[in-house]
């Protein structure tokens, strides 16, 4: 049973920064592909969940949403089976709740949609004022 555990986040200001930590478990040899991508998503409340950014595990590429490129960073630490997300520079439009998800890739690509994630943490909240 695949788990993924959100942390990190918490109260940033106009132009700070915050880093969350989502943590994976219950990995087994045949779920891999179901887990080949990790990303990062986010909800304000009234509005649908969004992509934020994502990684592929095996080869590292990323994708990012155009509202945080050049601010956020996804990275990963696979003996810690720990992906991050470097928030900098953060504005009051990043405040949302951050929800870690893995999904499989479509070839070595992550689509960065809801639709394609199967597996989702609990959530952190992030609020930047």
């Known amino acids: 049973h695949v788990q993924l555990v959100e942390s990190g986040g918490g109260v940033g200001q106009p132009g700070g920064s915050l880093r969350l930590s989502c943590v994976t478990s219950?990995?087994?040899?045949?779920?891999?592909?179901?887990?080949?991508?990790i990303a990062w998503f986010r909800e304000v409340s009234g509005k649908e969940r969004e992509g934020v950014a994502d990684?592929?595990?095996?080869?590292?590429?990323?994708i990012y949403a155009d509202s945080v490129k050049g601010r956020f960073i996804i990275s990963q630490d696979n003996a810690k089976k720990t992906v991050y997300l470097q928030m900098d520079n953060l504005k009051s439009e990043d405040t949302g709740k951050y929800y870690c998800?893995?999904?499989?890739?479509?070839?070595?690509?992550?689509?960065?949609?809801?639709?394609?994630?199967?597996?989702w943490g609990r959530g952190t909240q992030v609020t930047v004022s």
């Open positions: 998800a893995a999904g499989p890739a479509v070839g070595s690509y992550c689509p960065l949609t809801v639709g394609d994630f199967g597996y």
């Open positions: 219950g990995y087994v040899s045949n779920m891999k592909k179901y887990t080949a991508c």
């Open positions: 990684i592929y595990v095996d080869g590292g590429s990323t």
